[in-house]
T-cell receptor, first 113, second 112 residues
């Protein structure tokens, strides 16, 4: 069964900490994405990557960075966590075609205290 | 950017009933997907359907790209269909095709 795996289901961090969220896919997909989901705001794209070492800003990149050193792994980094980054973080991957269908991981619920 | 509007925002159905969920979008797209988010938060891809009609069991979807809308049909609903249904669209070409803009979703509750 093909999978997108996120390293943690629940995470609690302190304000100011550096936080790493890891995502690994086993489908040889070129594209990988990080979204955050908040009540009333829906899913918003933070960053995406269409190739190794490539990255593009999404709609809300401020306060985040990403790393993609290997095709199967896409990391989201919160350089200095803040309480307004408390959210559900969802990783997804897709191929470049002909079917761009996304596969999502199960999510990481991050609480910053 | 592209605007995505889903209706209705909330829907309550008796088990066995049929329903239609609608997604309107503000610009031409070449990537449109429907997702189901179950009560535990997992998002499952239902359809990749930038145009035309597809069916998968009790679910089917139709996208009329020229009129900028898509419909998701659920027939003979079951309690396991409960959750939030999202429509998401991607733009014209290149990297814009890959990244999706999500609607706010339709929350479906199927009661026994």
């Amino acid at each position: 069964d093909v999978k997108v795996t996120q390293s943690s289901r629940y995470l609690v961090k302190r304000t100011g900490e550096k936080v790493f969220l890891e995502c690994v896919q086993d489908m040889d997909h070129e594209n990988m994405f990080w979204y955050r989901q908040d009540p009333g705001l829906g899913l918003r794209l933070i960053y995406f990557s269409y190739d190794v070492k490539m990255k593009e800003k999404g709609d809300i990149p401020e306060g985040y960075s990403v790393s993609r050193e290997k095709k199967e792994r896409f990391s989201l980094i919160l350089e200095s966590a803040s309480t307004n980054q408390t959210s559900m973080y969802l990783c997804a991957s897709s191929s470049r075609g002909p079917n761009y269908g996304y596969t999502f991981g199960s999510g990481t619920r991050l609480t910053v205290v | 950017g592209i605007q995505v509007e889903q209706s209705p925002p909330d829907l309550i159905l008796q088990e066995g009933a049929n329903s239609t969920l609608r997604c309107n979008f503000s610009d031409s797209v070449n990537n449109l997907q429907w997702f189901h988010q179950n009560p535990w938060g997992q998002l499952i891809n239902l359809f990749y359907i930038p145009s035309g009609t597809k069916q998968n069991g009790r679910l089917s979807a139709t996208t009329v790209a020229t009129e900028r809308y898509s419909l998701l049909y659920i027939s003979s609903s079951q309690t396991t269909d409960s959750g939030v249904y999202f429509c998401a669209v991607g733009g014209h070409s290149g990297a814009g095709s890959y990244q999706l803009t999500f609607g706010k979703g339709t929350k479906l509750s199927v009661i026994p």
